[in-house]
């Protein structure tokens, strides 16, 4: 029950940082869509998906509502769609990475720090880890509709990409279905894409596997 209290304020924060800095660096690249529609904001309920945030709390990773943007606002905007979905990502890597180091300042480095697992801060800031990389790698996914579908069509040639796009309704059927195979079969595919990179940064910083 403790953990699940201290989630609220973790999904909260990390899922709003998320959408806000899509929306803040579309509006810094030319594209006033995500101020008029109320989404550059850091108030949670403007950005909430009840789907996405009930996902976080079952299996560590979800997503928000996309914050709209007007890709004819940009001045190149492939280039620029790109970098607004890399945006979101980046902002919960950037979270989940200070938090990693702030762990290891307040409890140390290697199996000790497992010793402090009761600690109230600690689980904060290994909530803070956990979240926040499961966003940014499962984002970064190239699926769509997730981020990572945008910053893959900036670099495929202009025949794949037509390609791509014709297939990208597909997208969210995909994911669905991985899901309900995950369910049945009891494998973890989304899981292993996500944590693989999470405990590689957890080693390096902390010289042990965190997840």
């Known amino acids: 029950m ?67 943007v007007n890709p004819f606002n940009f001045r190149n905007p492939l280039r620029d769609m790109a970098i607004v979905a890399f945006a979101g990502p980046a902002s919960n890597f950037s979270v989940g990475i200070l938090c990693l180091f702030l762990i290891r300042i307040f409890f140390g480095k290697g199996n000790q720090i497992f010793y402090f697992s009761e600690n109230l801060l600690f689980l904060l800031l290994f909530l803070f880890v956990q979240i926040n990389l499961a966003l940014a ?21 202009p ?9 990208s309704s597909l997208g969210p059927l995909f994911i669905f279905g991985i899901f309900i195979f995950e369910m049945i079969f009891n494998v973890s595919i989304f899981s292993s894409i996500i944590w693989f990179p999470a405990n590689l940064l957890s080693k390096l910083v902390l010289g042990v596997h965190f997840f």
């Open 2 to 68: 403790e953990i699940y209290i201290l989630l609220i304020p973790v999904i909260l924060f990390s899922l709003t940082i998320h959408e806000y800095m899509h929306g803040l660096t579309a509006y810094k690249l030319g594209d006033s869509t995500p101020l008029i529609s109320g989404r550059l904001t850091m108030n949670p309920l403007s950005h909430l998906d009840p789907i996405g945030t009930i996902m976080l709390f079952i299996a560590r990773f979800g997503w928000a509502k996309p914050v709209p």
């Open 137 to 157: 790698f499962f984002n970064l996914i190239p699926i769509p509709p997730l981020d990572g579908s945008k910053i893959l069509l900036h670099f495929l040639p």
């Open 159 to 167: 025949r794949s990409r037509a390609e791509y796009i014709r297939f």
